[in-house]
């Protein structure tokens, strides 16, 4: 299976931060998830995806194509949601179809009103009178209408009430029935992830953690309980950060074999959420 | 192209409709025939500015299958599309109130817009959002009150410019300045192309 995206040691330096040497694969016909805190570089990253930002070094290339000779090709294939409404906000919704769709050679107008009925959008009320959830809906519905491959979507969930959350996951699912379709998207609501994604990239710092399928994260990472008293200099370097309290540590491993190893059946070793592995790994990816 | 310069109408439907009182008022005022082809040229590329200096027009324009060359192309051109048809609805306009204009009066109104955007084109991509249409709005002004005056003060102490244009034939006066706005649009149209290459979003 081919990759959609690929990131070769991509740099990107701003002033008070910096995008350092990320190399990310973006797997055909999977849902991605892109987590990582607020400020880690997912923005920026997806930012260099879409041709937004050039990177001061590196590679992006999109269905294996580079924007240099082929950005048009490129965004043809590509469907966008952003974070905030990007949309002319006094517009209605007919005028900003008017003004997106005939810059696609696949715009399906037909397909277009399927999605306006089926989330229910107001076609002549300004995009500021919508809600938050309704501009989500309003976004997906135009990066949804000219048959994309790839849907880039930037913290899309956010701001979204729980229930609107689930509704967006479920129509992701549906999505991705379809054929080769592949979906990125970042977030920091890593439950939104554990029911849609099939691959995981961890951004922290500007730097890519890693990029793993779901299954191979939970083979790769364990939670670890146990007394104080099992912690000492050596079985301390079994974890990736630990955290201690009066009673007993909890750890983070990626070493599930090492630990087995040394602690055999003195701690509890569970399958780690994301939520789990994002917040040990801010300790300190080295080991303490 | 052709999609970004429509998208100027769709997206000033409502200012449109201002356009024409907004131009009967310059006639009734019974200002000078240029100055209201200047006018009428500027109002609807100028106003389109006042949307795309917004962040989110860029991200949405540059998230579209368009290259950076076409969006800038198509405000160049679109400007030229655009000063074409406000000149001839002000033509209609100024024919229907009686009031007599010359071809002359035309080709001043289209040189002072075309040399207004050229200048202030570049601009609008090099300055931070917000500030950009308010100041280019009071230049324009300050610009339209007192450049006849500098203009005729220059002319009265220069003696050496005015003889040389003076000494010039009237075709020769023409096509030179055709040639040097259109030379000028030119450099204005590329220089602002490397500069909004060279931007983030």
Do not use: C
């Not at chain 1, 089926?118 to 938050?132: D, M, R, V």
């Not at chain 1, 229930?163 to 479920?170: M, S």
């Not at chain 1, 630990?259 to 300190?284: A, H, W």
């Not at chain 2, 540059?62 to 400007?79: C, D, F, K, V």
Request: no cysteine.
């Amino acid at each position: 299976m081919g990759n959609v995206v690929e990131l070769k040691n991509v740099t990107k330096n701003f002033e008070e931060f910096s995008v350092k040497n990320i190399n990310l694969q973006v797997k055909q016909g999977f849902v991605t998830g892109f987590i990582g805190e607020n400020g880690a570089g997912k923005s920026t990253t997806i930012k260099m995806m879409m041709n937004l930002l050039k990177p001061d070094a590196g590679e992006v290339k999109l269905f294996g194509l580079d924007y240099k000779k082929h950005e048009k090709t490129i965004k043809e294939r590509i469907g966008f949601v952003y974070d905030g409404n990007i949309f002319f906000e006094g517009l209605n919704l007919k005028d900003i179809k008017r003004i997106v769709a005939p810059a696609y050679k696949q715009w399906d107008d037909t397909l277009f009103y399927q999605y306006v009925e089926q989330f229910k959008l107001p076609l002549n009320k300004a995009i500021k009178t919508f809600s938050k959830g309704m501009q989500m809906k309003a976004s997906l519905a135009i990066a949804l209408s000219h048959h994309a491959e790839l849907i880039i979507m930037d913290e899309p969930t956010a701001g979204l009430d729980p229930i609107f959350r689930r509704e967006l996951l479920d129509l992701l699912q549906e999505l991705m029935i379809e054929g080769n379709r592949t979906i990125f998207f970042s977030t920091h609501i890593t439950t939104d992830l554990d029911r849609i994604a099939d691959y995981i990239a961890f951004m922290q710092n500007g730097e890519l953690v890693f990029n793993q399928s779901i299954h191979d994260l939970a083979e790769n990472y364990a939670l670890v309980k146990g007394g104080m008293d099992l912690l000492d200099r050596d079985t301390e370097k079994d974890f990736v950060h630990i955290h201690r309290s009066s009673t007993g540590f909890e750890a983070l491993t990626d070493n599930i074999k090492e630990v087995k190893n040394t602690f055999g059946n003195t701690v509890i070793i569970e399958r780690p959420s994301l939520e789990d592995i994002m917040y040990y790994l801010k300790g300190g990816i080295h080991h303490v | 192209m052709f999609n970004l310069i429509r998208r100027d109408v769709i997206l000033q439907k409502r200012q449109l409709l201002l356009f024409i009182p907004f131009i009967l008022f310059f006639i009734i005022m019974d200002s000078h025939p240029a100055l209201t082809f200047l006018i009428a040229s500027i109002f609807i590329p100028f106003n389109t500015y006042a949307y795309d200096e917004k962040v989110e027009t860029n991200i949405l324009l540059n998230s579209l299958p368009y290259t950076r060359t076409e969006i800038i192309a198509s405000r160049y051109l679109g400007a030229i599309v655009y000063m074409v048809l406000a000149i001839g609805v002000t033509s209609l306009a100024l024919f229907a109130f009686n009031k007599p204009f010359t071809i002359i009066d035309i080709a001043i109104g289209s040189s002072l817009f075309l040399l207004f955007a050229a200048f202030t084109f570049p601009l609008f991509h090099i300055f931070k959002p917000g500030y950009i249409s308010t100041v280019v709005m009071i230049s324009f002004l300050l610009l339209a009150a007192i450049g006849p005056a500098i203009v005729l003060f220059l002319a009265e102490h220069l003696t050496a410019i005015t003889d040389f244009i003076n000494g010039l034939s009237v075709p020769v006066l023409y096509i030179g300045g055709t040639l040097v706005i259109m030379l000028l649009y030119f450099i204005s149209w590329g220089t602002t192309t490397v500069i909004y290459q060279r931007k983030a979003f």
